[in-house]
């Protein structure tokens, strides 16, 4: 079974800080790795995906992670970050189910406040 | 193009009742899922759609959820005998269907179900 673990809950920073969030994911196949944001009051959206290839994802709106397979791991990070980065953001992973699904199994989240 | 469309955005029913769940998923996606997101918690899936067929319904909790996607487009979610602990905020999400995994879900805006 699948599972993801996100180690902080709730993060605090200022602008211009750099920001890391952990995560780390149990599977034992192929994996694809993603990272949702929620800003507040929007829906889920896709801030970036790891599928193949260089390890070092770049995403939108400055975000990039680094899948580390030896330590499980997919952390996100951006190197100054803004007020308008206040949200809610998950870690993702999929497999194959052998039921036919590639469902993705989130994290509990961690919710980002931003002070101007 | 539109995004994935979810109605109602919030439904609130007694425990006992009956209720269904609207999703429109993004013309042309073969592949529908259903999530729930409780409180504090990230989306846990459902169930998976592949075409009309539920290709992957191991996450509905219990035989009172049941899912349709008559004509491969349009799903709808039935939660019968409605219980307090059934309240979350249901999500779909859609996209296309390409070997190996490789697929990103977009999300829909989820409906608030809350059980009295």
């Known amino acids: 079974a699948q599972s993801v673990s996100q180690h902080n809950h709730h993060v605090i920073l200022s602008e211009a800080a750099s920001l890391e969030l952990g995560c780390n994911y149990s599977y034992g196949g192929t994996v694809n790795l993603f990272w949702y944001v929620q800003y507040p009051g929007q829906h889920l959206q896709l801030l970036l995906k790891y599928f193949s290839g260089d390890p070092l994802v770049k995403g939108i709106k400055g975000f990039e992670a680094e899948f580390i397979k030896s330590k499980f791991s997919f952390n996100l990070r951006k190197p100054s970050v803004q007020w308008s980065d206040t949200a809610e953001y998950f870690c993702?992973?999929?497999?194959?189910?052998?039921?036919?699904?590639?469902?993705?199994?989130f994290g509990k989240g961690t919710k980002l406040s931003v002070i101007p | 193009g539109a995004g994935v469309s979810q109605t109602p955005s919030n439904k609130v029913t007694e425990k006992g009742k009956y209720v269904e769940l609207r999703c429109d998923p993004i013309s042309g996606h073969t592949a529908l899922y259903w999530y729930r997101q409780s409180l504090g918690q990230g989306p846990e899936f459902l169930i998976y759609f592949q075409g009309t067929g539920a290709a992957d319904d191991s996450g509905l909790p219990n035989d009172r959820f049941f899912a349709v996607r008559p004509e491969g487009s349009v799903s709808t979610l039935k939660i019968q005998r409605t219980e307090r602990g059934d309240s979350a905020v249901y999500l779909c999400?859609?996209?296309?269907?390409?070997?190996?995994?490789?697929?990103?879900?977009?999300f829909g805006p989820g409906t608030r179900l809350t059980v009295l």
């Open positions: 999400a859609s996209s296309l269907e390409l070997a190996g995994g490789g697929n990103t879900q977009y």
């Open positions: 993702a992973v999929s497999g194959y189910s052998g039921a036919g699904s590639y469902q993705l199994t």
